[in-house]
């Protein structure tokens, strides 16, 4: 009797710490796949509800990208190109975990985006905050990139990194996360539609007779004067075709503080060309364009003609003054034309 109620005593025993090690097992593996979820969930499916995506490097550089009515806008002050838009929004929804860093390299992962990452915060239409990461280097095999989620209920990192990437694109991620507000800006200078405009002015400084200006009282009416303020006749779809190109012109590249002694030494010289667009009421736009240097050993064309200056690109000011960009003749070519083109 003694003996069997041993016996019993030694099963409900082993019985209940086998109940207890399942149970610890289950919840543990819980825990874990719980976590390895949470830290691995970079994407935002729903990128029609962001309202504001914040990107921050080591250097201090900031672009806080907003969405607004016309669109999205860098910083509070530019336009934001289209396609950097588009690209980073389809990182920011399709990325997805290639596989977890190796734990032979994890630290050494660590300490590279501890020092080359750039943060990124995501926020809905509420201004709340629903992701962070931080989006590092790329692998050796240089697809995709290392990224690390933040935990936002207590503000910590996860301590796990993993190799991210885009399905059916090759290539790494970080270049869609732009920290330098300049890289985000619209290209586009000009933008003007007839109903904005009261009047263009284009002014040659090597040729002034050549020089015109063009008067709109409504966006079916204009004037034409030559230099000389005499009224000139002109056929009324070239007129419209002229205007119709500054609805998009523009630069090919932002120079402004990249090249101090080009910004000092374009000062000292004297614009060919200014066109001044009048907005109503009260606004006026001035761009002044500077010629450029032909390139070391490219001063000659195929027939052996020396060129004075660039035949391609010229230097272009505007922004009340502020701002340089190198520009193509092929884009800016079409606004500089004579009086005799209205004929």
Not at 94 to 119: C, D, I, N, T
Not at 156 to 162: D, F, G
Not at 249 to 273: H, M, Q, R, V, W
Not at 313 to 329: H, M, N, P, V
Request: some cysteine.
């Amino acid at each position: 009797m003694q003996k069997n109620k041993s016996s019993f005593i030694t099963i409900s025993a082993l019985l209940i710490l086998s109940l207890c090690a399942v149970f610890f097992y289950f919840n543990k593996n819980k825990t874990s796949t719980l976590e390895d979820k949470e830290d691995r969930a970079f994407g935002v499916a729903d990128t029609a509800g962001i309202s504001k995506i914040t990107i921050t490097n080591k250097e201090g550089e900031i672009s806080s990208l907003k969405r607004t009515a016309n669109g999205w806008v860098v910083n509070d002050k530019f336009h934001c190109r289209q396609d950097a838009i588009l690209n980073l929004l389809e990182c920011v929804k399709r990325v997805e975990v290639k596989m977890p860093v190796p734990k032979q390299m994890k630290e050494g992962v660590l300490r590279f985006m501890s020092s080359l990452a750039v943060k990124v915060e995501i926020y809905n239409k509420e201004n709340n905050k629903i992701k962070q990461y931080y989006v590092g280097h790329e692998p050796p095999d240089y697809e995709g990139s290392y990224m690390l989620l933040t935990n936002l209920e207590d503000g910590n990192n996860y301590s796990n990194p993993y190799i991210t990437f885009i399905p059916d694109f090759k290539g790494f991620l970080k270049p869609r996360y732009i920290a330098n507000e300049n890289e985000w800006r619209d290209v586009v200078v000009m933008a003007f539609t007839p109903p904005q405009i009261k009047q263009i002015k284009v002014e040659y400084s090597e040729q002034p007779d050549s020089s015109f200006t063009i008067d709109l009282e409504s966006t079916t009416k204009f004037t034409l004067r030559d230099s000389k303020n005499n009224s000139c006749a002109f056929l009324e779809s070239k007129m419209k075709q002229y205007l119709a190109y500054y609805q998009h012109i523009a630069y090919e590249a932002l120079i402004t503080g990249k090249n101090k002694k080009l910004e000092d030494s374009l000062f000292t010289n004297k614009p060919f060309c200014k066109i001044t667009v009048s907005e109503k009421p009260f606004k006026t736009n001035i761009y002044e364009l500077y010629r450029k240097q032909p390139k070391k050993g490219k001063n000659e064309n195929e027939n052996g003609v020396s060129y004075a200056y660039d035949p391609d690109r010229f230097y272009l000011r505007f922004d009340g003054g502020k701002e340089w960009a190198l520009t193509q003749y092929f884009v800016f070519g079409k606004l500089l034309i004579t009086p005799p083109y209205f004929k």
